[in-house]
């Protein structure tokens, strides 16, 4: 990866859950450019907000989504981020506690990067970062 910052976008709105990833993340170091959103509404106006500001390190390399959430859920998401040329680009992982057939085929036919389900283990939650952040590091951003 080049000497840019990876800027991740978490969409998740649960506390709890937010507080556990941004921890993972910050301990693992991969990034201090971490962008939160509780739904798909608040994810895309921020994303919006972010290209009309003109600040390429405002638009993330990676979004983090829940599928589960008000107002927009992350399946929803999807599809409207799919149908953004601006946005097209950006590697999605969503990263749920739904197992569910259904929801994974879904997410892959909106050309998710992985589908990965919440361990309840941390130290597996961990580990399965681990393998996220050393995948980010050789790749090679837009």
């Known amino acids: 990866m ?6 991740i976008l978490h969409i998740e ?14 301990r693992l ?9 509780a739904n798909g509404e608040e994810a895309l106006e921020l994303l919006k907000r ?3 500001s003109g600040a390429p390190e405002s638009i993330p390399n990676v979004i983090l989504l829940d599928i589960n959430m008000p107002k927009m859920n992350g399946l929803e ?3 409207e981020l799919r149908a953004e040329p601006h946005f097209r680009h950006i590697s999605v992982f ?10 994974r085929k879904e997410a892959y036919q909106y050309n998710v990067a992985g589908y990965i389900i919440k361990p ?4 597996q939650f961990e580990s399965t970062f681990q393998i996220l952040a050393n995948y980010w590091k050789i790749c090679e951003w837009p």
């Open 77 to 79: 998401f999807l599809k």
């Open 120 to 123: 309840v283990d941390i130290s």
């Open 2 to 7: 080049s000497e840019r910052t990876l800027t």
């Open 13 to 26: 709105d649960d506390q709890v859950d937010r507080m556990v990833i941004e921890r993972v993340i910050k």
């Open 29 to 37: 170091n991969i990034t201090n450019n971490i962008l939160h959103a």
């Open 94 to 103: 969503v990263v749920t506690t739904s197992s569910d057939d259904a929801d």
């Open 50 to 52: 972010s290209q009309t």
